[in-house]
């Protein structure tokens, strides 16, 4: 099913969670909204279930207006952050709830519910532990469970409120992929929150980025990571240098250095924020005249695969964050307080007019 | 470490210290000191009525119960408790459902009036019913000319005890309600629960060992109230005298061994009271404790 977001507006007092946010979510997709916290992600997805009002704005499923009926009619299954199972029944119990609210003429039999919850359970590969109660599970477990009891109404949308939020790295790591697989062979219509870019960008095939109740971006994984539409997006999945620079007839200007940059060929002389990712940054030992600027190793943190410096400028009092492979580290065979080159290949500029 | 702790004075008792242990005599002491008071004021007075109450035998004792007087005075304060506890199970659900899982102005309002029969003396609940059912009240006149009588009658005695019972299902059940959130019921909604469904497949079943807690104290506080009754009852014997209004007149007409047979009846019901208080208090962490255990097991 696909779910058209217009215009949805929503304030808490005098806190606004969301400004006329319109979003597309096409049927089968899994999209992530991805965000810092109180940016309103939270917020747009308990409109989207219903279980939160817009104050303007409509939520339309597959073409209807879906914005004034009751979270019990949209058929959404949706999975709370901390999984809201109830703690006084069995895992069974809580999986079969769904089936057994049902009004009599719509409700399955005994035997059909059994088979369904544990057709369920097996699917979340818990059939095992059916007869505990939520209390003696790990929060892995209580998760898939979750899952499962959203699952067992035949939601056609199906909507996960942090899903991994308080769970540990490792746990995190092996659920995601799950649930990516999960989705693959069930191709429910599915939006999770999280403020974990990392997650977003490798469960979803749909990023959007949301800051201060508006949307920054939407796109894919990696269209949002290498095309970031805003600085926000930019600073916020993953690490970044922020350079400031002057950007003139299609060259900005970091220090010494002259860089060309498209589509800022109007520009005269305006101030602007130049953006690099530290794997974009290239170390040598000889000057590369003019398209590099000198720094000083001050820092080299060479724990795992990626080997990261810190490096001063010489031109000015910024630091500069830096990130090479362990070869390309060994064949330089840098030491702490060593001068050398630094050369940005690839910069994202933003002119400051357009940051908030 | 260890050589730290050997330097400590109480160590050189012999015994394993913490921190914040204290000397043995003044463990001792302080213990002694709890003791005495309890036994003093708690154990001495209960252990009184029961002696005072068999002391002419248990003919006499096992006499003051089939009186009449004491029978109608029995059953009169379980009428009153019968009525006045399911009606404040139900507000008291109501209320702390409102309270704890909705947002709405004037909350804090509803909460302190919620508060008020604790915090008002009961005698002056009794006199705000006389005030406004008794003769000379606001709706003496209109009552009369219906022929309903609520003061100086059953009616009267059953508002007042609603009254000062009012709070104890709420209280105990406002604060386990909050923390319990309103994931779990936004869960079931969403799951296609009705408002109905939701409320006994999730939110009673969730708060029960609190509510039945909350119960109990109402119920005690039912049976054993004094002040608001004893306004409004006018003290007709067999007619609209409760048990511990019997207790007082019996006691008034140095009728002492009916007195504190009446007297140990209520006592009892006290030592019931706790006794299920207890229950239910180890029966919840018992519970907890399970959960939690079993968890910590598995991992």
Redesign the interface.
């Known amino acids: 099913m696909s779910i058209e977001v217009r215009n949805i507006s929503k304030r808490f007092g005098n806190f606004v969670a969301l400004n006329d946010v319109s979003l597309d979510l096409p049927s089968g997709e899994l999209t992530a909204l991805l965000g810092p916290s109180g940016c309103g992600k939270t917020t747009l997805l308990r409109i989207i279930a219903g279980l939160e009002q817009p104050d303007s704005g409509s939520v339309i499923f597959n073409g209807q207006d879906a914005t004034t009926s009751h979270v019990r009619e949209r058929k959404v299954g949706f999975v709370f952050q901390h999984y809201a199972l109830f703690r006084h029944m069995t895992v069974f119990e809580n999986v079969a709830f769904g089936l057994r609210v049902r009004p009599r003429k719509t409700r399955p039999a005994d035997v059909e519910i059994r088979r369904k919850v544990h057709e369920l359970l097996e699917l979340v590969q818990l059939d095992w532990l059916a007869e505990r109660y939520p209390a003696q599970l790990s929060g892995g477990q209580r998760q898939r469970i979750a899952l499962a009891r959203a699952l067992a109404v035949e939601p056609q949308v199906l909507l996960l409120d942090e899903p991994f939020g308080a769970l540990d790295a490792k746990v995190r790591k092996d659920l995601r992929r799950w649930l990516r697989r999960l989705h693959d062979e069930l191709h429910i219509t599915s939006v999770f929150v999280t403020h974990d870019q990392e997650e977003a960008l490798e469960v979803a095939d749909r990023v959007v980025v949301l800051n201060k109740g508006g949307i920054e971006q939407v796109g894919a994984p990696d269209e949002v990571y290498d095309q970031p539409a805003t600085p926000f997006v930019y600073q916020f999945l993953g690490n970044v240098n922020l350079f400031h620079s002057r950007v003139h007839g299609g060259f900005a200007r970091i220090g010494e250095l002259e860089l060309p940059v498209d589509g800022h060929e109007e520009a005269q002389n305006a101030p602007a924020f130049a953006y690099v990712r530290p794997h974009d940054i290239e170390i040598s030992r000889t000057p590369e005249n003019g398209t590099a600027f000198a720094a000083t190793v001050s820092h080299i943190h060479a724990i795992g695969p990626v080997v990261r410096l810190e490096l001063a400028r010489e031109d000015a009092t910024e630091l500069v964050e830096a990130e090479l492979t362990r070869e390309r580290f060994r064949e330089l065979g840098l030491h702490e307080g060593e001068q050398v080159f630094v050369k940005p290949r690839q910069l994202r500029v933003f002119l400051e007019q357009h940051t908030p | 470490m260890s050589a730290i702790v050997t330097h400590h004075p109480v160590a050189a008792t012999g015994k394993s210290s913490r921190a914040t242990q204290e000397p043995v005599w003044v463990r001792w002491a302080l213990i002694s000191i709890a003791l005495a008071w309890l036994a003093l004021f708690l154990f001495v007075p209960l252990a009184a009525v029961f002696t005072e109450a068999l002391r002419k035998g248990l003919a006499v004792y096992w006499a003051s119960f089939t009186d009449p007087d004491a029978l109608s005075a029995i059953k009169l304060t379980l009428l009153a408790a019968v009525i006045a506890v399911p009606a404040n199970l139900v507000f008291g659900i109501a209320a702390a459902w409102a309270i704890a899982k909705f947002e709405f102005r004037g909350k804090q309002v509803l909460l302190t009036l919620i508060d008020l029969p604790f915090a008002v003396s009961p005698v002056i609940a009794g006199l705000i019913y006389v005030l406004v059912f008794g003769a000379q009240g606001w709706f003496g006149s209109w009552l009369s000319e219906h022929e309903v009588k609520v003061i100086f009658a059953v009616p009267g005695i059953v508002l007042a005890t609603i009254f000062v019972t009012f709070p104890f299902v709420a209280r105990e059940l406002i604060p386990l309600m909050q923390a319990q959130g309103t994931?779990?019921e936004?869960?079931?909604?969403?799951?296609?629960?009705?408002d109905w469904?939701t409320l006994w497949?999730?939110t009673l079943?969730?708060v029960?060992w609190g509510l039945l807690y909350g119960v109990i104290l109402c119920n005690a506080r039912a049976m054993g109230e004094f002040g608001a009754v004893s306004v409004v009852s006018g003290h007709i014997r067999g007619m609209t005298n409760t048990l511990p209004l019997h207790v007082e007149i019996l006691y008034n007409e140095y009728n002492f061994a009916a007195a504190f047979a009446a007297a140990s009846l209520l006592a009892s019901l006290a030592l019931v009271t706790l006794a299920l208080k207890s229950f239910v208090e180890w029966k919840t962490s018992a519970e907890y404790r399970a959960?939690?255990e079993?968890?910590s097991n598995?991992?």
């Not at chain 2, 936004?186 to 009705?194: L, N």
């Open positions: 994931e779990e936004e869960a079931a909604v969403a799951m296609g629960a009705s469904q497949r999730v079943p969730n029960k959960s939690i079993e968890y598995e991992h």
